[in-house]
């Protein structure tokens, strides 16, 4: 019996190979980085990849944006969007831009409902039992059978025109609708405005200068395929907190349950860069870190906690001391004016600390940034030349300290209550009010700063 050998040809297996695109991404100074990127990348896998790349902390704050500065518009692309779909959206000649920066109020609505949802802006489709607090009212949106109706005033720009109308509007699961007669809600006399599958919601950077809106709190639908101006569906709110609600309810309804699993599993990536290969290197680095002693004739590792933190508070003291002698190389370092005057003046390098900015401008970046308790930066101020201005983020407001000068015994000081409590520099007033709460109304928390790439 012979036995013949045949050879048999499989068929080829063609792999599958992304394609690869370069898209370049814009800091808040204008500073860019070109990066090349899979097909099937997500936002949150580029926000990971510029933090690597960048050795940032990652705080989960981090947030990429699409800017569109031919109509002033700008939206938060959630961290599940593939970038390259939101590319193929652009017009060939529009100027737009990714933007990568901070954004601390992107998932804010999971931890403190209360302040996106007010009362008087929420109502529900059927009769409840008793009151509804704002974490079930976060629930009904994520709910596929039940929801909440957000409804009050928005201006409207009327299409094709340049005038604005004030109508009465409705936020429903199947889109937003507007009444023809003052504050109805019968079927009969509500009308469809916008979807929001085909359709995504950006927010106004400058609608009374761009658009001619009665506010500066505007935001509007915009169709996903390329268009003109002409398709923008333009409304402005009354006041902040207005607009907040209605963008929050907006992407709720529109995204639901997936905006959760972004907020909960915010390394859940499509395109590979996830779990542990995505971990901030920052991290890594500072968690095999231990405290040294180098003082006697043999180093030593610092096992005992208390005497590790005694000794880095001296250190940072050290630093501090020797941070003012350099500075104050333009006289004697050990003359006490000359310290007080460089004490003053150290909080320059800090990231929190803006020079001359206006008011406006401090605004904006802590609107940009997000509108979260204790996000603050520190500001020259305009109207009194001696004097340094705090401004934070409270309650969905921004509020303004002034920090006064003040002398004792040939010494300067800062202050934030009239004297009461003292110091020596703002780097020690930043420090106590991280800690404590004081005359403010809350404690400082993220400070806002100007990142370049």
């Given amino acids: 019996m012979s036995l013949s050998a045949r050879r048999v040809t499989l068929p080829a297996i063609t792999p599958i190979v992304l394609q690869k695109r370069v898209i370049k991404v814009y800091s808040e100074d204008e500073t860019s980085r070109a990066l090349e990127v899979p097909s099937d990348i997500t936002a949150r896998d580029v926000c990971q990849l510029l933090i690597l790349k960048n050795h940032y902390i990652d705080d989960h704050s981090w947030t990429l944006f699409e800017h569109l500065p031919h109509v002033g518009l700008e939206r938060t692309i959630e961290d599940h969007e593939l970038v390259i779909e939101v590319l193929s959206n652009w017009g060939m000649e529009e100027e737009n831009k990714l933007y990568f920066r901070k954004n601390y109020a992107k998932y804010e609505f999971f931890k403190n409902p209360m ?253 940009q940034q997000g509108l979260v308790d204790g996000v603050f930066l520190v500001r020259d101020s305009q109207s009194n030349p001696k004097t340094f201005v705090l401004s934070m983020s409270h309650g969905q407001k921004i509020k303004h300290f002034q920090i006064i000068p003040v002398e004792d015994d040939g010494e300067m000081f800062h202050t934030l209550d009239d004297g009461h409590t003292r110091f020596t520099d703002l780097i020690q007033l930043v420090e106590f009010y991280q800690l404590n709460k004081g005359v403010l109304p809350c404690k400082l928390k993220h400070y806002c700063a100007r990142i370049a790439l």
């Avoid at 001619?212 to 935001?219: E, V």
């Avoid at 290969?277 to 043999?298: C, H, T, W, Y």
């Avoid at 003359?335 to 007080?340: L, N």
């Fill in 115 to 367: 302040y996106f949802f007010p009362e008087h802006m929420v109502s529900f489709a059927t009769e409840t039992n008793g009151e509804i607090s704002p974490t079930q009212i976060l629930q009904m949106f994520l709910s596929s059978s039940t929801y909440p109706e957000i409804h009050g005033f928005l201006h409207a720009k009327e299409q094709g025109k340049k005038s604005w109308k004030k109508i009465y509007f409705l936020l429903r699961r199947s889109g937003l609708y507007f009444s023809t007669k003052g504050t109805s809600k019968e079927p009969r006399h509500l009308q469809f405005f916008s979807e929001f599958g085909n359709s995504d919601i950006y927010v106004s950077l400058a609608g009374k200068k761009k658009h001619g809106a009665p506010t500066n709190y505007g935001f509007c639908f915009k169709p996903n395929k390329a268009g003109g101006p002409r398709d923008l569906k333009m409304l402005c709110a009354e006041e902040e907190q207005s607009r907040t609600c209605w963008v929050t309810a907006i992407r709720l309804l529109k995204y639901g349950m997936q905006l959760y699993q972004n907020y909960m599993h915010p390394y859940q990536g499509r395109s590979g860069y996830s779990s542990q290969s995505i971990s901030p290197m920052r991290s890594i680095s500072e968690n095999s870190l231990v405290a040294m002693d180098f003082s006697g004739q043999k180093t030593r590792v610092i096992e005992n906690p208390t005497e590790a933190l005694s000794v880095a508070v001296e250190e940072g003291l050290a630093w501090r001391k020797k941070g003012c002698l350099r500075l104050g190389s333009h006289g004697s370092p050990t003359a006490s004016s000359q310290s007080s005057t460089t004490s003053m003046a150290i909080h320059r390098s800090q990231p929190w600390f803006h020079h001359k900015i206006s008011r406006e401008e401090a605004q904006r970046l802590i609107i």
